[in-house]
């Protein structure tokens, strides 16, 4: 049984992916300071599952907790890091949280990994790297754009990190200076688009704290009457109806990848740093995405157009199929799933809470 490092495994899509692992016969430790999460999500994990991972409250940008984290932990295989600020209109606001927050915790992570001799790493990144692309859809190739937003430059220097990283050992491979048994890094930059859903069970979902900063949590939580009104950010882009286009996929798509990803590390002959779009392979608009929700689940759905939203982008979705040859993977459920089952969790926690 192999030990994986799961870090923000109470978020959303680490919380599925901490599913699909555990599912799968891995042994999960979660790492999180829960500052967008919540503790109980471990006991719906385990509800599911039948398996209750290991939970280890913790600030990853301190590093002194996080280094002791990783000496107790010193026998993992792996780690997969979503830890991380993750909203863009926020990031605008607040850059040096971001930055803090998000650079910090990798730097320490990686050390982490490197004093316990644990180094394979799937890393948490996202298609904003790629900015307003020139063509579409984007490839692994396609070069990437200045940042729109504080949060995702965080995610471009990160890549830069690791391929610094990486390119560190191959020097040191190159020179002899390595130690005889030091292991290679091997590491997955997984650049996802746009997750939504919730897990068939309805025990778990996207639940942020607060007023949410994603599209989805907030069309269910208006439709739920916690929200008075849902602000479609911008009708004037050069779209067919006018709002944003996104690569819209089901959190257990994306959590189902996470697990190839971790098969595809384990592969003989791998080693270095690799990229990998993972989506839907077609965009929907905003609007789109408001009638998926109302044919799905028969839930009117009261919403206006607003101005645009500082750092969005007009529209962007992936080409995937670098992943689909070469993890397996392929993205299986419509959008009118991922509607439906992000306002099933929703009905749970009416019920709940």
């Known amino acids: 049984m192999k030990k994986v490092i799961v870090t923000g495994g109470t978020g959303f899509i680490g919380s599925h992916t901490v599913v699909e692992l555990l599912q799968r016969g891995y042994d999960v430790v979660v790492a999180d300071d829960l500052s967008n999460s919540k503790a109980s999500v471990i006991d719906r994990i385990a509800e599911i599952t039948g398996e209750k991972p290991i939970l280890e409250i913790i600030d990853l940008s301190d590093r002194t907790a996080c280094l002791r984290f990783f000496k107790m932990h010193s026998d993992a295989d792996a780690v997969i890091h979503f830890a991380a600020a993750k909203a863009v209109g926020e990031s605008v606001l607040h850059p040096l949280h971001y930055y803090r927050n998000n650079l910090d915790s990798l730097l320490y992570v990686l050390e982490g990994m490197e004093k316990a001799g644990c180094r394979k790493l799937v890393?948490?990144?996202?298609?904003?790297?790629?900015?307003?692309?020139?063509?579409?859809?984007?490839?692994?190739?396609?070069?990437?754009?200045?940042?729109?937003?504080?949060?995702?430059?965080?995610?471009?220097?990160?890549?830069?990190?690791?391929?610094?990283?990486?390119?560190?050992?191959?020097?040191?491979?190159?020179?002899?200076?390595?130690?005889?048994?030091?292991?290679?890094w091997k590491i997955l930059a997984l650049r996802y688009f746009n997750p939504i859903g919730a897990h068939p069970s309805a025990l778990i979902g996207e639940l942020p704290n607060g007023v949410p900063n994603n599209l989805m949590p907030y069309i269910t939580q208006t439709a739920a009457g916690l929200r008075p009104c849902l602000q479609v950010f911008g009708d004037d882009y050069d779209t067919p109806d006018g709002t944003p286009i996104r690569d819209y996929i089901h959190v257990c798509d994306l959590a189902d990848a996470h697990v190839a990803a971790m098969e595809y590390m384990d592969k003989g002959g791998f080693e270095g740093m690799d990229y990998f779009n993972l989506g839907a392979g077609h965009g929907y608009s905003v609007l789109e995405v408001i009638q998926s929700f109302e044919r799905s689940t028969g839930q009117k759905l009261n919403y206006k157009i607003a101005g645009r939203r500082e750092g969005d982008i007009e529209q962007i979705w992936a080409d995937a199929s670098k992943a689909n040859r070469l993890l397996g993977w392929k993205a299986k459920r419509s959008l009118d799933e991922m509607t439906l089952s992000a306002w099933k969790w929703q009905e749970s926690l009416s019920k709940t809470i």
């Open 123 to 184: 890393y948490s990144s996202s298609c904003t790297v790629y900015g307003q692309p020139e063509h579409l859809p984007v490839t692994e190739d396609t070069p990437r754009q200045p940042a729109t937003c504080p949060y995702a430059n965080t995610k471009r220097v990160s890549e830069d990190i690791l391929a610094d990283v990486v390119h560190g050992y191959e020097a040191g491979k190159q020179k002899g200076t390595l130690e005889a048994d030091y292991k290679p």
